[in-house]
C-alpha cells in the first residue's frame, strides 16, 4: 500500500497499527524539571529510542517513524544543535549491530541540509545501507526533515517530469514523495502533552489517529507505548463515512 493510500476498514477490532509515528517532545522540559541543561534531556531520550524500538518491533508494528530533528530545529540555539549532531552520530554508531541483529530496515527522512556535519551523513548513509536488505520492521527517522518541504519538493518533482495538470492524481503525487513505497501513518503518539503536528510527515497522517500522552519522551517506556496501542485499537476509524449498523442514519 503506498503512503496515499487509504487503509480499508471491514469493522473489525483494530489490529496492531502498521505504522506508528511518534513526535519525541518533552526533552528540555525534562532536564528544567532536574535543573539540568537541556542536554542532559536529549541524552537521556536515547534509552527511550531503544526501549520503543523493541516495543514496537515485538507488538508487530511493521514500520516506525521517530520524529528526531525538524527542519526548524535549526533555529534552536547553536550549542543545542551541534550537541544533537554529535549524539545523533554516536547513538547510530552504538547501536547499529543491534539495529542489524533484528533484521530491522533504517531510513533516515530529510538529512539534506549541508550543514549536517560530514561524518553525521556518511553515518546516517552507512546504516541505511548496512540495513537496506532487512526484512523486518521499517524504522524511518526523520531528521532535518519538514513535511512542507516533502510535499514542495514532490510537487517540483512532477513539473521537472512534465506532468500535466490534469493528470496529476493522489497516488501520482504521493510517488514523488520521498520514500513512496511508506504507508499512510495509523496512530501518531506525540508525548509531554502538547497536542501540536509541527510539520511533521503531513501528507501521511492525513488519516492517523492521535495519542497524546503526558509522560515526557526521556521516562516514556514499553508499557506507555502498549498503552498508546490499546488506546488506537478502541477508536472507531470511519474515514468520512458512518457505521455499517447505522444503514445511514445520522448517530
Known amino acids: 500500500m503506498l503512503g496515499h493510500e487509504r487503509p480499508e476498514d471491514d469493522g473489525s477490532p483494530r489490529a496492531v497499527p ?3 509515528a511518534c513526535v519525541m517532545d518533552g526533552n528540555g522540559r525534562w532536564a528544567q524539571r532536574r535543573s539540568l541543561p537541556r542536554t542532559a534531556g536529549h541524552r537521556a531520550a536515547e534509552t527511550t529510542v531503544i526501549d520503543i524500538i523493541e516495543a514496537a518491533r515485538t507488538a508487530g508494528v511493521q514500520w516506525l517513524s521517530l520524529y528526531a530533528f525538524s527542519t526548524e530545529n535549526w533555529n534552536r540555539p ?5 550537541y544533537l ?3 545523533v552520530s554516536r547513538v547510530v554508531r552504538k547501536h547499529a549491530t543491534l539495529l542489524l541483529a533484528r533484521r530491522i530496515r533504517c531510513r533516515f527522512l530529510g538529512a539534506t541540509d549541508p550543514r549536517i556535519p560530514r561524518e553525521l551523513a556518511q553515518n546516517l548513509e552507512d546504516l541505511a545501507t548496512l540495513t537496506a536488505a ?3 520492521m521499517t524504522l524511518t527517522v526523520a531528521f532535518d526533515h519538514g513535511g512542507r518541504r516533502d510535499i514542495v519538493e ?10 500535466p495538470a490534469g493528470e496529476v492524481t493522489e ?3 504521493a510517488e ?3 520514500f513512496p513505497d511508506t504507508p499512510d501513518v495509523d496512530l501518531v503518539i506525540r508525548t509531554s502533552g502538547e497536542q501540536r503536528i509541527s510539520n511533521f510527515m503531513l501528507w501521511q497522517v492525513a488519516y492517523a489517529e492521535w495519542v497524546f500522552p503526558k509522560v515526557l519522551w526521556p521516562d516514556f517506556r514499553a508499557g506507555d507505548f502498549l498503552a498508546c ?5 478502541r477508536r472507531d476509524r470511519r474515514f468520512g463515512g458512518v457505521p455499517p449498523q447505522t444503514n445511514g442514519e445520522t448517530s
Open 18 to 20: 502498521r505504522h506508528v
Open 78 to 82: 547553536g550549542t543545542e544543535v551541534d
Open 85 to 87: 549532531m554529535r549524539l
Open 134 to 136: 532487512n526484512q523486518g
Open 154 to 163: 514532490a510537487a517540483r518533482s512532477l513539473i521537472r517530469h512534465g506532468t
Open 171 to 173: 497516488r501520482l503525487f
Open 176 to 178: 514523488h514523495l520521498p
Open 229 to 233: 496501542l490499546h488506546a488506537y485499537r
